[in-house]
């Protein structure tokens, strides 16, 4: 019952460097997403996707790209780290669909510290 | 825009009721959520509500909705140490029927004092 899996779960990056965060479910879901939590804003989306090869932008997506190769792996890159993005990132994913209740489950999140 | 809001922190005694409360923009969100969040941890689903429910009640949750001030709220009732975190209520975001997307508000941390 693995459920969300993000890797890696800590990250300490140097201003300019690149990295890139997985996220891995295998519940079936269609639909996918990528969060920042930082402390009194709650969770803001960054990117989402509602099916394999597809992606679109949420509500903070500069300095971030995305892709979905494939249904089950959702990356996040970071091309070039910025002390403004230190946070902590959270993957989710929902079945999708119109009617559906579109409950998002949650991976563990990545602790990213950009000096 | 569309907005969720909570108060940010929440002190109770163990053995207490405890209400948290969120206030939401979108009438006509199908579905309204309350999710956990324990330290170090991602979200954990609590309990939904669809919006032709004025209330709804698990255990000892329980989810009163009033549409009409777009007020939703989470009793806990015989709150436990364990009960500890930091709770999100959210919003189905408008038109969001084809993405899923939610409205997470802020979270209201509640401490529980022995």
Redesign the interface.
């Known amino acids: 019952n693995a459920g969300v899996t993000q890797t890696p779960k800590f990250r300490v990056l140097k201003t300019g460097q690149s990295m890139t965060l997985l996220c891995a479910q295998d519940m079936n879901h269609e639909y996918m997403y990528w969060y920042r939590q930082d402390p009194g804003m709650g969770l803001r989306l960054i990117h989402y996707s509602v099916g394999e090869g597809t992606t679109a932008k949420g509500e903070v997506p500069d300095g971030y790209n995305v892709s979905r190769l494939k249904k089950q792996n959702f990356l996040l890159g970071l091309e070039s780290a910025a002390p403004s993005q230190t946070s902590v990132y959270f993957c989710a994913s929902s079945y999708g669909g119109a009617l559906a209740k579109n409950i998002q489950y949650f991976g563990a999140g990545t602790r990213l510290s950009v000096l | 825009g569309e907005d969720?809001e909570q108060s940010?922190f929440l002190s109770v005694r163990e053995g207490d009721s405890s209400v948290i409360n969120c206030t939401y923009t979108d009438s006509s969100s199908t579905?309204l959520?309350w999710?956990k969040q324990e330290p170090?941890?991602?979200?954990?689903?609590l309990t939904?509500i669809f919006s032709n429910m004025d209330m709804k009640q698990d255990q000892r949750l329980t989810v009163l909705l009033n549409k009409k001030d777009k007020h939703l709220s989470l009793r806990i009732a015989d709150t436990q140490t364990g009960d500890s975190a930091i709770y999100?209520c959210a919003e189905?975001a408008l038109g969001?029927?084809?993405?899923?997307?939610?409205i997470?508000?802020?979270?209201t941390t509640l401490q529980v004092k022995p």
């Open positions: 969720v940010l579905y959520y999710y170090g941890a991602g979200l954990q689903l939904y999100f189905r969001s029927s084809n993405t899923g997307k939610l997470f508000g802020q979270g």
